[in-house]
């Protein structure tokens, strides 16, 4: 079993950058790719942005191409979603999210098999 436990989140002005960690634990070899989601009420859970374990290779969703930049520290089992130009539609719960083996399609949330709590992130125009 992998935990996850998100942090970072919160209140801000549209403009402004936000930067959400996500620290893994457990059996953390199991965390091969990971991936952030996010979900705001009554809409369904959106990819947010993905990246591998071994090599450097990062995907993201077309909303937040150019502004949001995700990376991870291995050696910390810790991933980061580093949130910049932040719009109010950006207004959701933030998830971490992490796959055992490598992931075909990363915007298919069945692919994760690990989840954290979720963290708030809340952009005031």
């Known amino acids: 079993q992998v935990q996850l436990v998100e942090s970072g989140g919160g209140l801000v002005q549209a403009g402004g950058s936000l930067r959400l960690s996500c620290a893994a634990s457990?059996?953390?070899?199991?965390?091969?790719?990971m991936g952030w989601f996010r979900q705001a009420p009554g809409k369904e859970r959106e990819f947010v942005a993905a990246i591998r374990r071994t090599v450097t290779i990062t995907y993201y969703g077309d909303s937040v191409k150019g502004r949001f930049t995700i990376s991870r520290d291995n050696a910390k089992n810790t991933v980061y979603l580093q949130m910049n130009s932040l719009k109010p539609e950006d207004t959701a719960v933030y998830y971490c999210s992490a796959a055992p083996a490598p992931i075909g399609n990363f915007r298919v949330s069945d692919e994760y098999a690990y989840w954290g709590q979720g963290t708030q992130v809340t952009v005031s125009s």
């Open positions: 457990g059996r953390t070899s199991n965390s091969t790719d």
